[in-house]
């Protein structure tokens, strides 16, 4: 293992529960000691020490700090990773995504404001509702399909939410 | 990353999008995502009593790459036996796009609607 965890880095224990604004001071802490301007006078060696600590410590943060990827990173810790490329069949969420593209690009065609920050606020829901069941299944081997299925969600919605702030920085100009 | 003009030709004119009858027992409903992309693909095939898929439509969330695949993919089935249909394969899509590796998935993504497609109309007629 050449890497060390992710959750070590920031002195936690892997679960999936994290604090995000605990997460982000210690991770301001943390950069600053390997920041590379810090090093401009050091050897060689130590230079490109903190260079690749400084990017240790990057993958870990933004690994961390988003729920899908944290989800991913803690079922390959305790079983194989999923593969990145994947066909999902799981047909009524994905019945689910399609009506909810289907509303978004109507609200894209109407311009309406509201109806976004609506459909926002209904996909955070959702979001908060899969985070909560993955952190009660993660860590239990017998469920560990359920939790495979979960992050698949995850991974959807976190898109669609990508989408969504898309849409949103196009109906503020 | 630039697109082939077919793919270009495909996103800007997608034959077949739309939407059959799931409930319909002669129609095959084909659901399928990519986590990775968020992309979403949604593939029906209406089935005569010879066996022949005399219509076919889809709708696909996604980027270009995936809405051509699955727009050729329906285009290739009208026509076909569920047999034929089934021996679609990813590569065939992907050469005739001319899609770059990293898109290569939005192919199997296709191929695996396909099949899905095909699937649950055989389902449906209780042929597995």
């Given at each position: ?86 066909t999902v069949q799981?047909?009524?969420?994905l019945l689910?995504q399609m009506h909810w593209r289907e509303?978004l690009e ?50 959807f919605?976190?898109k669609l939410?990508?989408e ?10 | 990353?630039?697109y082939?003009?077919?793919v270009i030709d495909h996103y800007e004119n997608p034959r077949n999008v739309g939407k059959l ?8 409903t084909g659901m399928v995502g990519a986590p990775?992309c968020g992309d979403v693909m949604r593939l029906q095939i ?10 076919a439509k889809f709708k696909t969330y996604g980027c270009g790459s995936a809405i051509a695949s699955s727009s050729l993919a329906t285009e290739w089935m ?12 990813n590569?065939?899509l992907?050469?005739?796009l001319?899609l770059?590796?990293?898109k290569?998935h939005c192919s199997v993504l296709a191929e695996d609607a396909i099949?899905a497609a ?11």
């Amino acid at each position: 293992m050449g890497s060390p965890c992710h959750f070590a880095l920031f002195g936690l224990q892997p679960d999936f529960r994290v604090d995000l604004a605990q997460l982000a001071a210690r991770y301001r802490e943390l950069a600053k000691a390997v920041h590379p301007d810090r090093f401009a006078h050091a050897s060689e060696r130590e230079q490109r020490l903190a260079l690749e600590q400084s990017a240790q410590l990057n993958e870990a943060y933004q690994t961390l700090r988003s729920a899908p990827r944290r989800a991913l990173y803690l079922l390959s810790l305790s079983g194989e990773a999923l593969p990145l490329e994947a066909t999902v069949q799981d047909p009524e969420f994905l019945l689910q995504q399609m009506h909810w593209r289907e509303e978004l690009e109507e609200l894209q065609d109407s311009a309406d404001l509201d109806g976004v920050a609506a459909f926002k606020q209904r996909l955070k829901g959702a979001q908060n509702e899969l985070d909560e069941r993955f952190a009660e299944c993660w860590n239990d081997p017998a469920r560990r399909e359920e939790a495979e299925r979960l992050v698949r969600r995850m991974q959807f919605l976190d898109k669609l939410a990508h989408e969504v702030r898309i849409l949103e920085e196009r109906l503020d100009d | 990353m630039a697109y082939s003009d077919k793919v270009i030709d495909h996103y800007e004119n997608p034959r077949n999008v739309g939407k059959l009858d799931a409930n319909d027992p002669n129609v095959g409903t084909g659901m399928v995502g990519a986590p990775a992309c968020g992309d979403v693909m949604r593939l029906q095939i209406k089935v005569n009593e010879q066996g022949v898929i005399e219509d076919a439509k889809f709708k696909t969330y996604g980027c270009g790459s995936a809405i051509a695949s699955s727009s050729l993919a329906t285009e290739w089935m009208k026509g076909k036996t569920l047999e034929e249909a089934e021996a679609i394969k990813n590569t065939q899509l992907a050469e005739e796009l001319a899609l770059p590796p990293v898109k290569i998935h939005c192919s199997v993504l296709a191929e695996d609607a396909i099949k899905a497609a095909v699937r649950d109309y055989k389902q449906k007629k209780g042929l597995l």
